[in-house]
């Protein structure tokens, strides 16, 4: 595992090809001052538009990705008021229903961490350099996520 | 002056390698540094791309220096 973790607080940041698990993940980040935890469980899906994936693979930009999920917890601390964050994404092949992204956001009230939480996957996928790659039973493709102009602030 | 050139995914796919090395005249800008690999590798311009230098994205005018790491690839799609 290629972790990234700030000693002083419960913040994290990290890649993997191992499976994850939720509740380890979320536990993480719980301060004694907070009152929520909002966890995402980004998870393979089998059906897009219509047409059913098999199984997907992610690649990273793995020194860049850890960058910028560094820089999005940060950008999220200035923004809203919380306390920790932890951010990890699988990368390798995943099976259907696996996880391929947890985040946890730890704050004292829970409005301000759904709107964290919200927050960092939006820009995890506008920013953060990995990509997927749907193999169906009749091809493959990569996806080309959306501009980086058009959505949001960097 | 010689940098080493990453490619991922699709623009992986596209060039057939994950990595080069290209040579570039001093005080080369980024631009410079891309218009080189898209020449080099035409396939690429099926694709909207993005740029970083140093694991940074970047703009045409980023200044380019020997030993930097480049980086071109699509517009990413994780979560």
Not at chain 2, 8 to 32: C, H, Y
Not at chain 2, 34 to 58: M, R, T, W
């Amino acid at each position: 595992m290629h972790a990234t973790e700030d000693q002083k607080s419960k913040d994290f940041f990290e890649l993997t090809t191992e499976p994850l698990d939720v509740g380890a993940i979320a536990r993480r980040v719980v301060p004694e001052t907070c009152g929520a935890i909002v966890t995402l469980d980004g998870f393979v899906r089998q059906f897009t538009k219509g047409r059913e994936t098999l199984y997907l693979e992610y690649e990273g930009y793995e020194p860049m990705a850890l960058k910028e999920m560094e820089k999005l917890i940060k950008q999220a601390r200035e923004q809203f008021e919380i306390a920790n964050v932890g951010i990890v994404h699988r990368l390798g092949r995943l099976e259907i229903s696996e996880t391929s992204v947890v985040i946890s956001v730890a704050a004292p009230h829970r409005r301000a961490a759904f709107e964290a939480c919200e927050w960092i996957i939006k820009e995890l996928k506008r920013v953060v350099p990995i990509w997927k790659k749907e193999v169906y039973a009749e091809g493959e493709t990569w996806i080309e996520g959306e501009s980086l102009k058009t959505k949001g602030k960097r | 002056m010689k940098v080493q050139v990453l490619f991922f995914g699709a623009t992986a796919d596209a060039v057939g390698t994950r990595e080069i090395e290209i040579d570039l005249p001093e005080n080369a800008k980024a631009e410079n540094a891309f218009a080189q690999i898209i020449g080099k590798y035409p396939a690429l311009k099926q694709h909207s791309l993005l740029f970083a230098v140093n694991q940074e994205y970047a703009g045409g005018e980023e200044p380019i220096q020997n030993g930097d790491e480049l980086a071109v690839f699509t517009h990413v799609s994780g979560g």
